[in-house]
């Protein structure tokens, strides 16, 4: 279906509504795995099913931002994670913040509703202490709710603390911080891709 730089995307053999995630053979290792022996899984998948299952354990409502991640399965072509499937393709199925900057997708989006819901997306994550790569443009996207859209992202993988000393995994209020700061970040950037003319 898709890959980025860490695995690749494949629908389910046998349901319809899931797919199956796949660690690439030469995927990179998180930067701080190459320093020192982490506690956390450095395995993209692990990465993934680990952050989920510790906010699922602290109450967080994960589902209302990210499809629900289900169990790890033996294949082919090494351990998949099985996860609910998300149609990124306009009309029913979801956009992807992808093809809206890339491919000028729009659907009834606006450049400031969209703006306006990375934000809301932004506070979830700042709220309940997400820090994964769900803070990266290429793995969110757009379903329709009500009259609007609700951001959600594909990838959930947990990101590592790289602070040589890590207070922000200590103290709450430093890995909100953090994590806002990132998202700030990230909505500029995506601010200036939209503003840029279109090559396409
Ligand atoms: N649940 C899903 N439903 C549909 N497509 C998905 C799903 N999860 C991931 N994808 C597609 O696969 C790509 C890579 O998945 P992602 O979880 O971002 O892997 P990586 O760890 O390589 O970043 C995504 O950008 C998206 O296009
Ligand atoms: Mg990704």
């Given at each position: 279906m898709a890959h980025g730089l860490f695995r690749a995307c494949y629908p389910h053999p046998e349901q319809q509504d899931k797919c199956v995630k796949i660690a690439l053979k030469d995927h990179p290792l998180p930067k701080r795995a190459k320093l020192v022996d982490l506690k956390e899984p450095t395995d993209p998948n692990l990465r993934e099913l680990f952050a989920y299952k510790k906010l699922k354990a602290r109450g967080v409502p994960v589902e209302s931002r990210f499809p629900a991640v289900h169990d790890l399965v033996d294949t082919d072509l090494g351990q998949g994670l099985v996860v609910d499937r998300i149609d990124?393709?306009?009309?029913?199925?979801?956009?992807?913040?992808?093809?809206?900057?890339?491919?000028?997708?729009?659907?009834?989006?606006?450049?400031?509703m969209?703006?306006?819901?990375?934000?809301?997306?932004?506070?979830?994550?700042?709220?309940?202490?997400?820090?994964?790569?769900?803070?990266?443009?290429?793995?969110?996207?757009?379903?329709?709710?009500?009259?609007?859209?609700h951001c959600m992202a594909f990838d959930l993988k947990l990101r590592l603390n790289r602070e040589f000393i890590p207070f922000s995994s200590v103290l709450p209020f430093a890995m909100r911080h953090k994590i806002r700061r990132r998202f700030d970040r990230m909505i500029a950037e995506v601010e200036g891709l939209l503003s840029a003319p279109q090559t396409a």
């Open positions: 990124a393709a306009l009309p029913q199925g979801a956009l992807t913040l992808r093809d809206y900057i890339e491919k000028g997708v729009r659907g009834e989006l606006t450049p400031d969209l703006v306006a819901e990375l934000r809301n997306f932004a506070d979830f994550c700042v709220r309940h202490s997400v820090f994964a790569s769900c803070d990266e443009w290429h793995n969110l996207y757009f379903v329709r709710k009500d009259a609007g859209y």
